[in-house]
């Protein structure tokens, strides 16, 4: 090969070396890098200021990162809850965030110095007044209420977090008696479905009168459709607390740029795309920041939450209940 030749294509593949990016791969759950969850536009942000390329692995977080172990891809996992966060913890894959977590706006202290939150809210049962006029007043109403007062719609504990959080939910507020409430429910329960999307998707066709899902999301169907008849059941015996959290992986390979993400979590940008991108409520923002559909929803006055601990001592016992009684 000639020299004016090697030089030629020396000067062709010099721009393309020179557009290099590191890149940051992040592993997070399905619905957070959809085109509806707030992955893109965290994509989008993040690269304005990092000079790199941010790349989602989709998929279930903490059993792809258990099953890989050190040897995963994965820089950061996003998506954790605190329901599965002691399963993570004894992985030993993950280090220290080292963020400043002083003024989050959660309902509940917070100081953990691996899992870092990025967002929370309250497992609710969800009805339109334009078709269930007379919602249940607590919990206890609901499990009192005839068998045909309601179909309700619900996620399988055992592969949602949101299924998994209302049977800690009806744990914390019945304990020894929980097996018994969930026999009262079962005739209302239409269906158990894998995860959230489905079972919401039923509700929002008129197939569930009710469905398990949040606090927030009326909030979606007021600023998005512009409908207020969405609205969440509001119980004096409390809500369970949800909270999901961010991760850095200790054997990351670009640790520089796993700690600038970990500090772009708590930024004003990224927890003001939280609310109209995962619609739920920040980690960090004052209230007097979120969008106005926000500040008009009812939130419970009462928070009910397992750390870690308790809430790994609690699951399996927890599921076996609901199982039997469903089956029943």
Aim: glycine share 6%; charged share 25%.
């Amino acid at each position: 090969m000639n020299r004016s030749l090697i030089l030629a294509l020396g000067l062709l593949a010099t721009p393309v070396m020179a557009q290099d990016k590191p890149v940051l791969t992040v592993y997070a759950p399905d619905y957070f890098a959809s085109e509806w969850g707030p992955g893109p536009a965290i994509e989008t942000a993040f690269e304005a200021i990092c000079e790199c390329d941010l790349e989602y692995k989709t998929g279930d977080l903490l059993p792809r990162l258990m099953l890989e172990g050190d040897k995963t891809d994965a820089d950061v996992g996003i998506g954790f809850t605190t329901d599965e966060t002691r399963r993570a913890r004894e992985t030993g894959l993950f280090a220290p965030h080292e963020q400043d977590v002083t003024g989050l706006t959660l309902p509940v202290e917070w100081d953990d110095d691996v899992f870092l939150p990025f967002n929370w809210g309250h497992t609710a049962f969800v009805y339109d007044t334009d078709y269930v006029s007379d919602p249940p007043a607590s919990f206890d109403a609901l499990v009192d209420a005839p068998e045909d007062a309601y179909r309700i719609a619900i996620q399988d504990p055992r592969t949602s977090i949101s299924g998994l959080a209302l049977i800690l939910w009806v744990k914390s507020i019945y304990g020894d008696e929980a097996g018994d409430v969930w026999e009262e429910l079962a005739p209302k329960i239409l269906t158990v479905t894998k995860g959230w999307s489905e079972a919401y998707g039923l509700f929002s066709e008129g197939e569930a009168d009710m469905v398990l899902s949040f606090t927030t999301s009326p909030a979606y169907h007021i600023i998005a459709e512009g409908d207020e008849t969405v609205k969440a059941a509001i119980f004096p015996e409390g809500h369970y607390f949800m909270v999901e959290q961010v991760a850095k992986l200790a054997g990351t390979d670009v640790p520089e740029l796993a700690d600038q993400f970990m500090g772009f979590v708590l930024s004003e940008t990224f927890q003001s795309l939280i609310p109209e991108a995962n619609w739920s409520m920040p980690a960090k923002l004052p209230a007097d920041r979120l969008p106005e559909g926000f500040q008009q929803l009812e939130m419970p006055e009462k928070v009910l939450f397992y750390d870690e601990e308790t809430a790994f001592e609690l699951r399996d016992a927890a599921i076996d209940e609901w199982v039997a009684a469903l089956r029943r």
